[in-house]
């Protein structure tokens, strides 16, 4: 049985990307495609966020890297805002 956050023997993250300035469908572009080390969950649409640096807003996608040491490396890259592991989400009270 997998770990939360794990696919595969894979771990499972959240990508922030600095979004492209495009006017076509976020879903129609090969974001995160270009990431080393990077699969892209094609199951999980891109979801653009509000406002990012210098006027330009940022898009989440989600995929998969081989372990914590890959996605370190994807969240120094200067198109990345920041990398997150997928958490597992539980009811709570």
């Known amino acids: 049985m997998s770990q939360p ?3 595969g023997g894979r771990h499972v993250v ?3 990307l600095v979004a492209p300035p495009v006017t076509a469908p976020l879903h129609l572009l090969a974001l995160g495609r270009h990431l080393p080390s990077f699969d892209v969950d094609q199951d999980y649409p891109p979801v653009p ?3 990012g640096a210098a006027g330009s807003g940022t ?4 995929g998969t890297v081989d372990d914590a040491e890959a996605a370190r490396r994807l969240a120094e890259r200067d198109d990345v805002v920041a990398v997150w592991d997928e958490g597992e989400v539980a009811p709570f009270s």
């Open 49 to 51: 966020m509000g406002g």
């Open 59 to 62: 898009v989440i996608i989600r």
């Open 5 to 7: 956050g794990s696919r």
């Open 14 to 16: 959240m990508v922030e």
